[in-house]
Each structure stands twice: as C-alpha cells, then as structure tokens.
C-alpha cells in the first residue's frame, strides 16, 4: 500500500491529508498530524474522501455535437480542442473578445485558476472571467479592499489561541469548519477566560456554546456592529493612539454611528440592547479580539458593508497587527482564496493588483507581454447568464462548477445554458446537471489525480500531490 501527502478538497480549513492507494486507486484517507492546518484532525467529510473517488460515473473522454440536434459522440483531444479553439476565434473574429466567457470555480488549483485568467485577460482580451465564488466570497473581497486596501485577511488559526474575545458572525463554525471549531474548543479548555460571541438568527451548534448568544433578525447585521462602535466611542474602549497613526476617514465613521445607540439597535436587531452593550465591552476590553464570520454575512444584499463594519471594530479598537486579533473571513470552498490571489474574477487580478488602476493593469501585461490588459470588468457570474441568455456572450466555457444545479435563478440560467451558440463543459463527471445542455464535454481529473496548490482562510498554500493516475482520457485542468 502506498501513501501521499496531499490537500482535503471539500473546504477552506485547507486540512492535510494523507491518501492511501494501491498506484490505480485511491483505498483510503486519513489526517497529516504534520499539516498546521488541522494536525491530523479530519472532519467526517475529510475522512470518506476516499469514498468520492469512484469511476462509474466519471467523464473519460472528450464527447463533441456540432450541432443542438444531434448527439455527442466521443472524440480525439486533437479533434476537440481544435473544434473549441475554431468556435471560439470564430465568435471573437465575428463578434469581438467580449462575445466568450469563462464560468470556473473555487475547487480549481490555484495554477488552473490563473492560466485561465491569463488565457482570458491576456490573451483574447476579455474580463469576462468569473467564478462560483462570486456568489460567496465577493463581498469579502471588496471588504477588505474598501477598508484595509487589499484583499487579505490579516489574522490566521493559530490567532484562536491566542485570543480572548472571539466573535463569530454568520458562520455556523461547528458544522461548517469541524476542525476549526475543534481548535476554538481547545482554545477554551486552555483558556477558560475566553470570551465567546455568535451573532445568527439561529441556534447553531455553535451558537450553543457561546458565552453570549445574539440572536438578529436576519440582515440586521450592520446595525449591530454600528451599535457596538457605538458603545465602544461612548465608553472610551477605542484606541485613540492607533486611529491617529494607522487609519483615516475615522471621524466620518464616528458621526455615522451617533445615532445608532443600543436602544435603537435593540429596537431593530431583536436583541435585548444590554446584550449589545456587553458584547462591545468584551470586545474593547479584549487584550486581543478576532472575528470571524462566513457565508451569513458575505450573502447579503449589503454584504460588502457587512465585512467593513466588522473591521471598523477592529480598526477602532487597535485588534488587529497582532497575536490572537484581527478580522478572519472563512472561505467556504478550498481554493476560493487562492482564485483571489491569482484574479479569479471579473473584476480583478493577479497578485492583488487592482483592474482599476492604470499602473497595476501596465504592470501585468509587462508579465504577459501583451500590449494591454482589458480595463472594462467582465460580466460578474450572474450577469454573465443574463448576457448569454440575451445572446451578447455566445460561447461560453464553464470549468469544475455545475451552474445547472448551484448558482441562483435556475430558470434563467437553464434557459441561458439553451441559448448559448456554444457551451464547453471541464468536467470529471459526466452526469451532472450541466452536463445536459454541453455541446462540448472534456474530461477533468479530480482529487487525488492532479498536481498543483490551494491557499486556504488563512492563505496558506498547500501542496496538493497526485496518487493515481486519472481515469481514461481525462487531464488535470
């Protein structure tokens, strides 16, 4: 029996694995005691990934139509990437690089994810570039921007160690992130001061453990961190010294929380306003103070405001730059982060670089060495269906997502997967829901089949190695 060292695929903890195969399956799975991210914990998905690698429903072989009336019929690779490179320079010839689009996902590698933002922004020429993580980690990206400058999340898991005022929004961390929630629960045997705060309409599993519960209304979360900056400026618990030297636009921010008090917060929120009070006290009072919060507050009409508000806490309070503090945003899928680092979506790109800025778009196409990159961004993913249902996107390409069954609207997207001219599917199974509206379908290795690395919550990048050789005629991204 042989081993590899490799990356769980299911989530953004990143845990690390080792698979146990006999050269052509995969048998087994059990935790790496030396990976930092989990030290041989797996939750219960983690350990039967083993049991998702079977081959009865696995795409082996590239299947083309040439046309909507007839069925696919298997193929060369040859035949089918030069039928898709024909069909898509003939769409870009007739209608410009703007008429294709690339649909692509958050399990992709890091290095899969920025060969196609490379291939679209670099060499056809379009933003329209756009990933499932879109409809769970956008507004965390902007977030970030908007308040710290860039997109990266200061704090990491060993800060749960350290801390002792973690406040936890949006994210029911028990049943979501197992082993991170494991971690906060040997974070309070060790420490028994520790201060636990859950904002969810609900009562979770993690809630249940909190010191203190505030269960909102659902989508009252502004008004709560408004009210808590509130308490923090009436009770002097902000850190003058910190504002004055690493931050601007302070006293903007302390008139637009002036009137949103307790009592008014309380009022809204559904929470008893003393709750509100004591929460903003631990969390000034705090020798270090972390948040972390996920899907509840990224899904969000005003979901972007969510993330600000919640790092104005911090910002005001001087929790962040150090041991056991800071703002922790939770990726839900296991490379969402590493598609953020390499520009995996419309409106960004590689390294951090900003599509806005002259300078930063010069400076990868320098890298690239093309004369220009696109400064328009791209159809964001919704969007991108309501373009091609309209018939402005007329090929599109979508890569290790199933659209058919997971992105919001069913109806208008199935019935823009109709419309499109053309539709290519990298896929490593062959009976998903997309699968049906394919024109194209080229088989994709999946976990444990392919080489390459993930970047997880707390950005760090992990090996991800091969054990067996995919199936049939299937390639890695």
Known sequence: ??????????????????????????????????????????????ATLHLTAVRETRALYPELRTTRNEARKRVSWETALGFAAERFARTIRAHGPDSVAFYISGQLLTEDYYVF????????????????????????????????????????YADIDDTDCLLIAGSNTAY??????RRIEDARANNPDLKVIVVDPRRTDTAAMADLHLPILPGTDLVLFNAMLHVLLWEGLTDTRFIREHTA??????????EVTPAFASQ????????????????????????????????????????????HLHLATGHIGKLGAGPFSL??????????????????????????????RAE?????????????PGKTAVEMFEAVRAGQIKALWIACTNP?????????????????????????FRNSETADYADLIVPAATWGEKEGTVTNSERRISHVRRAVAPPGEARPD
């Open 1 to 46: 029996m042989a081993e590899t060292r490799s990356t769980c695929c299911y989530c953004g903890v990143g845990c690390g694995v080792i698979i146990e195969h006999d050269e052509e399956r995969i048998t087994g799975v059990r935790g790496d005691p030396d990976h930092p991210a989990n030290f041989g914990r797996l939750c219960s998905k983690g």
């Open 364 to 376: 990868v196409a320098r890298l690239w060495g093309i004369d220009a990159v696109p400064s328009n």
């Open 117 to 156: 933002n490379k291939l679209a922004k670099g060499l056809i020429g379009t933003n329209n570039v756009d990933s499932n993580s879109r409809l769970c980690m956008s507004s965390a990206v902007a977030g970030y921007k908007q308040t710290l400058g860039a997109d990266a999340p200061p704090a990491c």
């Open 404 to 428: 058919a069954q997971s992105m919001p609207q069913q109806a208008m997207i199935r019935e823009a997967l109709g419309a499109a001219e053309f539709v290519v599917l990298q896929e490593a």
């Open 176 to 181: 979501a992130h197992p082993i991170v929630f």
């Open 268 to 311: 809204v929120c559904g929470v008893p306003a003393e709750d509100i009070v004591l929460a903003a006290r631990w969390f000034g009072s705090a020798h270090a103070a972390l948040s972390m919060w996920c899907q509840g507050l990224n899904q969000s009409p005003h979901g972007t405001h969510n993330t600000a508000a919640i790092i």
């Open 331 to 360: 990726t839900g899928q296991p490379n969402a982060m590493g598609g953020r680092e390499v520009g995996g979506m419309a409106n960004l790109m590689s390294a951090h670089r900003d599509l806005a800025n002259p300078e930063h």
């Open 249 to 258: 636009g302070f006293e903007a921010l302390r008139d637009a929380v002036r």
